[in-house]
Antibody, heavy 121, light 107 residues
Framework: QVQLQESGPGLVKPSETLSLTCGVSGGSISSDHWWYWVRQPPGKGLEWIGGIHRTGTTNYNPSLKSRVTISIDKSKNHFSLKLNSVTAADTAVYYC??????????????WGQGTLVIVSS | DIQMTQSPSSLSASVGDRVTITCRASQSISIYVNWYQQKPGKAPNVLIYGTSTLQSRVPSRFSGSGSGTDFTLTISSLQTEDFATYYCQQSYSLPFTFGQGTRLEIK
């Protein structure tokens, strides 16, 4: 059974870059899935950040596109998120997740446990 | 972006009750709606995808229906473990967007 695990700093200073990695275990990141990042500010709802396919194709939320980069490393079986110029509004639990490319409605069928990132000086 | 509006925002119900949560899209999205359950401190779990397809191992008391702009999630007989927050999500067009959530509480 595939498991996802986020890792990275839990505290980032304003104006700096948030960097997270999602390790994939029990399966291959080269499988036919889309690999996504979703975030949730404390006490609030879910926001889709963007995603990447094994081919390297990416999709980003336009509201964050100018600050986001998602990449994939097949040799390490993980994918990563970089969000630059962070502010307090970027404080959230960050989840990595995936959807099967062959299911057209793209359900997010596997999630990491989430990691809280606080933006503060 | 497609806006997803859930109602109600919160709901109190008792074990055994039948509960319906509604999600309205700001434009037609065919059947491209997925439903998630989230418990405190945990990641969401998909319950239903493509409006009405039950995810593997999800109890049959959960069901979904709708098309176009109006969708519903129904729990036929609430169990203790169903008290959680529920989110709809559209996957019709990018960016994927979620409803604001419906918090289901014990009466």
């Amino acid at each position: 059974q595939v498991q996802l695990q986020e890792s990275g700093p839990g505290l980032v200073k304003p104006s700096e870059t948030l960097s997270l990695t999602c390790g994939v275990s029990g399966g291959s990141i080269s499988s036919d899935h889309w690999w996504y990042w979703v975030r949730q500010p404390p006490g609030k709802g879910l926001e889709w950040i963007g995603g990447i396919h094994r081919t390297g194709t990416t999709n980003y939320n336009p509201s964050l596109k100018s600050r986001v980069t998602i990449s994939i490393d097949k040799s390490k079986n993980h994918f990563s998120l970089k969000l630059n110029s962070v502010t307090a509004a970027d404080t959230a639990v960050y989840y990595c997740t995936r959807s099967p490319n062959l299911i057209v409605t793209r359900p997010l069928d596997c999630w990491g446990q989430g990691t809280l990132v606080i933006v503060s000086s | 972006d497609i806006q997803m509006t859930q109602s109600p925002s919160s709901l109190s119900a008792s074990v055994g009750d039948r509960v319906t949560i509604t999600c309205r899209a700001s434009q037609s999205i065919s059947i491209y709606v997925n439903w998630y359950q989230q418990k405190p401190g945990k990641a969401p779990n998909v319950l239903i995808y493509g409006t009405s397809t039950l995810q593997s191992r999800v109890p049959s008391r959960f069901s979904g229906s709708g098309s176009g702009t109006d969708f519903t999630l129904t729990i036929s007989s609430l169990q203790t473990e169903d008290f959680a927050t529920y989110y709809c999500q559209q996957s019709y067009s990018l960016p994927f967007t979620f409803g604001q959530g419906t918090r289901l509480e014990i009466k």
